[in-house]
C-alpha cells in the first residue's frame, strides 16, 4: 500500500524567497509523481507530472524533481509571489500497474509580501 | 475544453438525512473518480469508474454511500443515512491516458457540513 508524506505541514516565507516542498513516498514502483495545487474552496489543479523514467520536470518558476530510489520528490518554487500561497499537494499511484492517487496531507504556503 | 462540472457546491444536512452529488466530466473522459477530501487531509479515493463500470470500490464505505455512472457520462455519489464525520469535500475527477500517461482534471468539489 503506498503511502505519501509531506514536510513541512505548513511554511510562511517573505515574498521573493526561494522555496522547497519535500515529499516522500514508499513504494517506488510508480509510473509517475504529480504535484498540485489547491487553493481555498476549489478543487485541485495539477502543476507538474514527472514520468518514472523522468528526474525532474520544470514549469515556469516551478521544478520537481523524483528520485525514485529514495523515495522522494521534491517541489522548488524561485522567487516566490503572494499569489503562490495555496495548499501543495503531491500524490502518487500504488505501485505498478495503476494510475490511482494516493495524495500527501499537502504543504499550506503562505507568502507574505 | 469544459472542465468537471459538480453540483451542488455546498451542502448542510442533519445528521442520519440523505444526500447525493452530481458530476459531470469532462467530454470523453471514461475514467471517474469520486474522492472524499476531510478537513487537513489529502484526497482519499472512494471509487474508480471505467465508462459505466465501477473498477474499484474497495474504499468506499458501502453500508451508506453508493455511486452510479448509468451510461457512463455523469455519475451520482449518494450518502444515506449521513453521519458526523462524513463532513467532508467531495471531489469529481476524470481522466484520459495518452501514451501510457494519464492526467487526472478535478472538479471544484462539494463541501458537505453535518450537523
Known amino acids: 500500500k503506498q503511502e505519501v508524506t509531506q514536510i513541512p505541514a505548513a511554511l510562511s516565507v517573505p515574498e521573493g524567497e526561494n522555496l522547497v516542498l519535500n515529499c516522500s513516498f514508499t513504494d517506488s514502483a510508480i509510473y509517475n509523481l504529480q504535484w498540485f495545487r489547491q487553493d481555498p474552496g476549489k478543487g485541485l489543479t495539477s502543476l507538474l507530472l514527472i514520468q518514472s523514467s523522468q528526474r525532474e520536470q520544470t514549469s515556469g518558476r516551478l521544478n520537481a524533481s523524483l528520485d525514485k530510489s529514495s523515495g522522494r520528490s521534491t517541489l522548488y518554487i524561485a522567487a516566490s509571489q503572494p499569489g503562490d500561497s495555496a495548499t501543495y499537494l503531491c500524490?502518487?499511484?500504488?505501485?505498478?500497474?495503476?494510475?490511482?492517487?494516493?495524495f500527501g496531507k499537502g504543504t499550506k504556503l503562505s507568502v507574505i509580501p | 475544453e469544459a472542465g468537471v462540472a459538480q453540483s451542488p457546491r455546498y451542502k448542510i444536512i442533519e445528521k442520519r438525512q440523505s444526500v447525493a452529488f452530481w458530476c459531470n466530466p469532462i467530454s470523453g473522459h471514461a475514467t471517474l473518480y469520486w474522492y472524499q477530501q476531510i478537513l487537513g487531509q489529502g484526497p482519499k479515493l472512494l471509487i474508480q469508474f471505467q465508462n459505466n463500470g465501477v473498477v474499484d470500490d474497495s474504499q468506499l464505505p458501502k453500508d451508506r454511500f453508493s455511486a452510479e455512472r448509468l451510461k457512463g457520462v455523469d455519475s451520482t455519489l449518494k450518502i444515506q443515512p449521513a453521519k458526523l464525520e462524513d463532513s467532508a469535500v467531495y471531489l469529481c475527477?476524470?481522466?484520459?491516458?495518452?501514451?501510457?500517461?494519464?492526467?487526472?482534471?478535478f472538479g471544484p468539489g462539494t463541501r458537505l457540513l453535518v450537523l
Open positions: 475527477a476524470s481522466s484520459s491516458t495518452a501514451g501510457g500517461r494519464e492526467t487526472q482534471y
Open positions: 500524490a502518487a499511484p500504488p505501485g505498478a500497474g495503476s494510475y490511482q492517487l494516493t
